[in-house]
């Protein structure tokens, strides 16, 4: 069943030789121990063309996860394996590697055709074996494929590598930056630009269907909130509104986008239907009301507002119902994102001079806080709900993007070295 | 824009003001200074006006225009820390601002609210446009039609002031009100 559902979302391919055995791995990680020792896994280069390029992409994805220890190739003792062939255990054994991917490349057809096997090596028993398929322009992708199957495997999660950021790219110290809009994959490779900076840019989100973004422009003139579609290149306004309009985000389903309207002074939340441009207006409060965002089913939008005086996070139905505060500790809380998942909503928090990025559960407990530095902001999930990526800027007024798993544990930047803000990860891609 | 000018600088801060108003300060001196306090002698007084006026001290700035408006009004008020009352020492510039603006009925403002980095991109751009809408709701109580002011929000977008700490964020905490037409040009 879970063969098929990969199977299922992958672009081509077949499963060669799945487990005969029961699938029953003695190896496991153990995603919701904050304590995880990494696994350590071995992943020799590929045979066959960019046979080591996809091993190495695989190597760092599993690494940056924090859940899994490559092991040095240095000290691989056996060589050459060819997929179709049991490896000799006890070789890889004695350098403590608990898993094993190897693979084999070759080019059909002018199409690149990667099989490959995961191992256990204590059980000498095969976890995984799969074929992907695609062109030699594509091999990255099919490197991050395999460590979805690789990670959902071993951690009974799915993954989140195949996956994409829309963020913003910055140039230009602070009070001079140029903004443009631009998008690369998960790990900062191919990153591209969508606008040409000649306006300021803020706050892309990706729809469910990873094809479509929704971001603001702030012109000379005004504000606008535009839909952008990546596939067609086809870029449109949200429409006319009397104020200032911002801070869009799309319902789990991509049928609706939430964003606030600034009226005479005073920020409310809409949401517009896509399918027939209707608005309704959710809040109507004196305060700021701003950062709308869905639960994943789609049910209730967690919101900031300082109608108690200060920044806190709100939880109110989809039709602006019942709204409630669900933070409550010291300091003043901003951009609330709902988890993937519906397990936390993720923040950035103030206290004192610093901010942080945190995560709390959608009735306000477990409140959790991950980072600590002089401006950390605007988290987004890994569509599995396991890290989260945001900008942190230092006093130079230089910001990067990072990436904090969900129990704090492994902060990193991301491998993008350039500039950028306001980072989106998209869903799993199709 | 700066509070005592002597002529020197007076004429260099005009000269730039015509290509840039909205950094002309910050642009002309390595390390600005940001007044938050009236121009002295700058604020004309506010009973009826019949046009032209009498000519105030303009040194170099022709009377009505734009470079008049930053050097001998003030076209910038700063704020408190995630506050968009106006202060005290705001009052007497906007008064200004008020008098200069009914003296020339034909000048429209574009008011620019702006935020320093102290706090999210979302919440500073309704921040921001608090402030502005603080300052517009100002100028109208003190007689300028609202047909001639619009608003916008930078949130912290636009920072005056490059760089980090209490005394750059306060810089940045402001609200300017840009001249977009009608103004004496020469």
Known sequence: ?430 | MVSIPDRKTALRIALVAAAAASMAACASHPKPSYPTTPPPSAAPPAGPQTAPPPAPVTQGAVPGSEQDFVINVGDRVYFDFDKFDIRADAQPILDAQAAWLTRYPAVTVRIEGNCDERGTREYNLALGARRANAVRDYLVSHGVSSSRITTISYGKEKPIDPGSGEEADQHNRNAHSAITGGAATR
Do not use: C
């Not at chain 1, 460590?147 to 910055?170: C, I, M, N, P, Q």
């Not at chain 1, 001079?176 to 706050?203: C, E, H, W």
């Not at chain 1, 952008?228 to 086809?234: D, K, M, P, S, Y």
């Not at chain 1, 477990?366 to 890994?382: F, H, K």
């Open chain 1, 1 to 430: 069943m879970r063969l098929m559902s990969l199977f299922l979302a992958l672009f081509a391919v077949f499963a060669v030789a799945s487990a005969a055995a029961p699938a029953w791995a003695e190896i496991e990680v153990n995603v919701n121990r904050g304590d995880v020792q990494p696994l350590p896994i071995a992943i020799p280069a590929f045979g066959g063309p960019q046979g080591a390029d996809i091993a190495g992409v695989i190597s760092a994805n599993l690494q940056r996860s924090g859940l899994f220890r490559p092991l040095d190739p240095a000290s691989f003792v056996e060589h050459d394996l060819d997929p179709a062939v049991q490896p000799r255990f006890p070789l890889w054994k004695q350098i403590n590697a608990q898993a094993l991917l190897n693979g084999q490349v070759v080019v059909e057809d002018g199409r690149l055709k990667v099989a490959f096997r995961l191992w256990d090596v204590n059980a000498e028993q095969q976890l995984l074996g799969l074929e992907f398929t695609s062109t030699p322009d594509n091999w990255r992708r099919i490197a991050h494929k395999i460590s979805d199957a690789v990670y959902e495997r071993l951690t009974g999660e799915k993954g989140y590598f195949d996956t994409r950021v829309v963020f913003v790219a910055e140039s230009g110290g602070r009070g001079a930056k140029v903004k443009r809009l631009a998008i690369m994959d998960q790990d900062g490779a191919n990153p591209s630009y969508l606008t040409d900076g000649s306006f300021i840019v803020m706050t892309p989100r990706f729809s469910s269907t990873s094809q479509e973004i929704t971001y603001m422009a702030l012109r000379p003139d005004g504000s606008s909130v535009y839909l952008f579609n990546l596939e067609t290149g086809r870029r449109e306004s949200l429409g006319q509104f009397p104020g200032m309009v911002f801070a869009p985000r799309f319902s789990p389903d991509g049928s609706r986008v939430a964003f606030s309207v600034e009226r005479a002074g005073n920020s409310d939340i809409y949401v517009m239907d896509l399918r027939n441009r209707s608005t309704v207006r959710l809040t109507s409060d004196p305060a700021i009301d701003t950062s709308p965002s869905f639960s994943p089913d789609g049910r209730s939008i967690t919101f900031n507002s300082d109608r108690s005086g200060s920044p806190q996070l709100y939880v109110m139905g989809a039709d602006g119902s019942n709204p409630h505060r669900i933070s409550f500790g010291q300091g003043r809380y901003t951009t609330p994102v709902w988890s993937p998942t519906g397990e936390y909503i993720a923040f950035t928090k103030q206290t004192g001079g610093e901010f942080h990025i945190g995560v709390m559960k959608p009735d306000g407990s477990d409140e959790r806080i991950l980072t600590s530095s002089y401006l950390d902001e605007g988290p987004t999930w890994a569509p599995n709900g396991r890290v989260l990526m945001f900008a942190r800027e230092g006093a130079d007024g230089r910001s990067r993007l990072w990436t904090v798993d969900v129990t704090g544990r492994i902060l990193q930047p991301v491998p993008y070295p350039l500039s950028g803000s306001d980072p989106a990860w998209s869903p799993l891609l199709q």
